[in-house]
C-alpha cells in the first residue's frame, strides 16, 4: 500500500496531536476537567478516552475509526524506559457469527489500521498516572508488505472461527495479529458457531497487534 499524501485536515490533526507532546496526563485531564484515577488496572481504557476527548474523536465505540471524517484511527501505546511497547495494542471485535461473507479487504480491522495516529506515552507502572508524559505523535500506515503480513493473520484466524474452532484459537497463533477474549469479565457471553456447527455461548474476541509488530511500526 502507498502511503497517500494527507490533507490539510488530517495535517492539523496531526499537528494537534504533537502539541500535546511534553504534557503530563494530569496536565491534560487539569484542562479537560477530568479526574485522573490513581491506577490504571480498572480503568486500562482511561487514557485511551482522555486523547480522544482532547483531540474530538467522534466514533465512541462505534465499528468505524475514531476519525471517520478524517479516515483516521487514534491509537495510545504505553512505552517502557527503553522505549518499547509494553502491551499488545487492542484494534476491534472479532465478528464471531455472519461471517461468512467478509474478506479482509472489507474487514472492520483492515479499516481500522489502514492510516492510524500513535500516540506514545510513558506506561511504566513506576510513574503515578498523572506525570507519566505523552510522546510526540505520527501518523503510520501499512506498507503492502505489512498489510499482506496482516491479512494471512487475519484470514488464519476467521478460517479457524467460521470452522467453528474459535474456542481452539490461542494467543500463540498470528505472527503479527493475535485473537484474544475481550470483556470486562468472564461473565459476559456471546454467540459463535461450534464444531458441530450449533450455535454456542463464547466469550468475546477481540484482534490485537503484537508489541513485536508495534514496535517494528515505532521504528519506521
Not at 139 to 154: G, N, Y
Amino acid at each position: 500500500m502507498e502511503f497517500n499524501e494527507i490533507t490539510e485536515a488530517q495535517d492539523r490533526l496531526v499537528q494537534k496531536s504533537r502539541a500535546l507532546a511534553g504534557l503530563s496526563l494530569g496536565e491534560l485531564a487539569d484542562t479537560l476537567q477530568l479526574n485522573v484515577p490513581s491506577s490504571l488496572k480498572r480503568e486500562k481504557g482511561w487514557v485511551g478516552m482522555l486523547i480522544e476527548t482532547a483531540l474530538g474523536a467522534t466514533a465512541g465505540s462505534k465499528p468505524q475509526q475514531d476519525f471517520p471524517e478524517l479516515g483516521i484511527e487514534l491509537k495510545t501505546i504505553p512505552l517502557s524506559f527503553d522505549n518499547l511497547p509494553l502491551e499488545t495494542t487492542y484494534v476491534c471485535y472479532a465478528p464471531l457469527m455472519g461471517n461468512h461473507s467478509i474478506t479482509w479487504e472489507t474487514s472492520n480491522i483492515r479499516n481500522k489500521l489502514q492510516r492510524v495516529l500513535w500516540l506514545p506515552i510513558q506506561g511504566e507502572r513506576e510513574i503515578p498516572v498523572n506525570e507519566r508524559l505523552i510522546g510526540t505523535a505520527f501518523l503510520w500506515q501499512p506498507s503492502a508488505e505489512q498489510e499482506q503480513r496482516m491479512k494471512v493473520d487475519w484470514e488464519e484466524l476467521m478460517d479457524m472461527i467460521c470452522l467453528g474452532r474459535v474456542e481452539q484459537i490461542t494467543a500463540s497463533i498470528g505472527e503479527v495479529i493475535q485473537l484474544r477474549p475481550k470483556a470486562a469479565n468472564g461473565k459476559a457471553l456471546t454467540s459463535a458457531i461450534g464444531e458441530d456447527g450449533a450455535v454456542i455461548k463464547t466469550r468475546p474476541r477481540g484482534f490485537y497487534l503484537r508489541k513485536s509488530f508495534t514496535a517494528e511500526i515505532l521504528c519506521v
